[in-house]
């Protein structure tokens, strides 16, 4: 399996997490006592600027409900969130989105694409308000300058600008969704399952894409169901069971067993 994976990519399995250590910044975002939907009890932690952070747990275990709360999608039952030091109160995705808290979600093609529409309008739908005067008025040449820029520095295989995303791939969708979010001010990014569904070659760009964002200061949360995967790319794991924080493991210590362990329910762990 591995010699095909590296005949694929044309590198070594290992080499396409392409995990870089980087130095990391003051807190960007404080998750305090959150509850919510998909949560049993309260959630807690912190991630720092320029850190990946991976959540990792089994199929019900209050991943993507997290990220939800996060993002604006869900309202928090209890609890505060802090963005660079300051309150983050979220009544709806666009406050999330206006603070710069952004989400790629699961499901790309029911909440992440406008499948008859372009590759440019799904890039540039929601950065007209950050680059538009008086909230309506855009630099004439911006929308096709912008989508342009951001097909080639995501590397998206597309006839044109004007080829609409339903006849892209997997992967060249998701590096749409991600360049969408590149054409806006940015502080944290909310990854949900970025490599499901998507060929090896366009994991590692997107891999290569998740470390280029860190490396620029912005904190980047990954879930991911693959333990390989969040083991690859993360600084450090949290990971989660049954709604609720069982433990967290910093990049040298995490082990297959250990992250397995803490994400088995508590009757099945032992």
């Not at 509850?35 to 320029?50: H, N, Q």
């Amino acid at each position: 399996h591995d010699q095909l994976v590296t005949c694929m990519v044309g590198r070594d399995i290992q080499d396409i997490y392409d995990y870089r250590a980087r130095e990391q910044g003051a807190v960007a975002l404080k998750v305090d006592g959150l509850l919510g939907s998909g949560l049993r009890e309260p959630i807690s932690f912190e991630v720092r600027k320029g850190e990946i952070l991976g959540l990792f747990g089994l199929v019900g275990a209050g991943r993507t409900e997290l990220l939800r709360l996060l993002s604006g999608l869900e309202r928090a039952s209890a609890g505060t969130l802090e963005l660079c030091g300051e309150p983050l109160p979220l009544r709806s995705p666009r406050d999330a989105i206006a603070a710069g808290v952004l989400l790629c979600p699961e499901d790309r093609k029911k909440e992440g694409i406008i499948p008859l529409s372009s590759v440019a309008e799904n890039i540039n739908i929601s950065a007209r308000g950050a680059h538009s005067r008086f909230g309506w008025l855009l630099r004439e040449g911006w929308e096709k300058g912008n989508a342009d820029q951001q097909i080639k520095a995501m590397k998206v295989k597309t006839p044109n600008a004007a080829q609409k995303i339903l006849f892209l791939s997997g992967g060249n969708q998701q590096k749409a969704i991600l360049g969408r979010w590149l054409s806006m001010p940015m502080k944290v990014l909310l990854l949900d399952e970025p490599t499901r569904g998507i060929d090896i070659g366009a994991k590692a760009e997107i891999y290569q894409i998740i470390h280029n964002l860190a490396a620029q200061g912005i904190a980047v949360i990954v879930v991911s169901s693959d333990l390989m995967e969040v083991m690859g790319i993360s600084d450090r794991i949290l990971v989660l069971c049954e709604g609720a924080m069982r433990g967290e493991q910093i990049r040298e210590h995490a082990t297959e067993s250990n992250l397995l362990q803490l994400a088995l329910p508590r009757g099945l762990a032992n």
